[in-house]
């Protein structure tokens, strides 16, 4: 959702921030830099019962240079994946990380364990899934009519996908899910 729809959905910037109970200037600030971050995004798409739908993974236009923020998620082994929010990397300091799981109704802010962390990529299946470090795909192969089941280990391999027709079906953290029967 673009600052815009939001405008003009509440009719103005402050009843659009009172909305979700936040300061005038944190969406004044939003104004300024042309995008609403994705966990407010989310409390605007529940107090306008889905009117307004949150999206991440949007580009964000800064002084007319496009910006890509990289896609991360993180795996809390009690909650399972999760979309991280924010990463902060100080010298001499542990490493921090905000996420949200949809099951918890605040983000949770933690040190953490890089293991459990996961880059995205702008490449997708055939679903239109993104693909990320970790996800276990399966690939069409013409040599076989058994399909290859292969799992991306880091970004590097992420990015030798774009060209191949591939299924997101898993993690490795969480194993094989959407639907997809192990052969035995």
Same mark, same amino acid.
């Given at each position: 959702?673009?600052?815009?729809?939001?405008?003009?959905?509440?009719?103005?910037?402050? &009843?659009?921030?009172?909305?979700?109970?936040?300061?005038?200037?944190?969406?004044?600030?939003?104004?300024?830099?042309?995008?609403?971050?994705?966990?407010?995004?989310?409390?605007?798409?529940?107090?306008?019962?889905?009117?307004?739908?949150?999206?991440?993974?949007?580009?964000?236009?800064? !002084?007319? !240079?496009?910006?890509?923020?990289? !896609?991360?998620?993180?795996? !809390?082994?009690?909650?399972?994946?999760?979309?991280?929010?924010?990463?902060?990397?100080?010298?001499?300091?542990?490493?921090?990380?905000?996420?949200?799981?949809?099951?918890?109704?605040?983000?949770?802010?933690?040190?953490?364990?890089? &293991?459990?962390?996961?880059?995205?990529?702008?490449?997708?299946?055939?679903?239109?899934?993104?693909?990320?470090?970790?996800?276990?795909?399966?690939?069409?192969?013409? &040599?076989?009519?058994?399909?290859?089941?292969?799992?991306?280990?880091?970004?590097?391999?992420?990015?030798?996908? &774009?060209?191949?027709?591939?299924?997101?079906?898993?993690?490795?953290?969480?194993?094989?899910?959407?639907?997809?029967?192990?052969?035995?």
């Amino acid at each position: 959702m673009t600052v815009d729809e939001v405008c003009q959905y509440f009719g103005n910037g402050t &009843k659009a921030a009172k909305a979700i109970g936040c300061e005038r200037a944190a969406f004044s600030y939003w104004v300024k830099k042309g995008y609403i971050p994705y966990s407010s995004q989310l409390k605007f798409e529940k107090v306008t019962k889905g009117k307004l739908v949150a999206e991440p993974n949007k580009e964000i236009v800064h !002084n007319s !240079n496009e910006i890509f923020l990289p !896609n991360f998620r993180f795996y !809390n082994p009690k909650l399972g994946m999760c979309k991280v929010l924010s990463l902060t990397f100080r010298d001499g300091r542990v490493p921090m990380i905000k996420y949200f799981h949809p099951k918890k109704p605040k983000s949770i802010l933690s040190s953490f364990d890089t &293991k459990y962390l996961c880059q995205g990529t702008l490449i997708k299946d055939m679903d239109g899934a993104y693909l990320y470090e970790k996800d276990i795909v399966l690939i069409s192969s013409e &040599k076989s009519s058994e399909p290859l089941k292969r799992i991306i280990e880091n970004i590097t391999d992420a990015y030798k996908m &774009k060209d191949i027709n591939f299924k997101i079906i898993g993690n490795s953290f969480e194993g094989v899910k959407n639907g997809y029967k192990e052969s035995k």
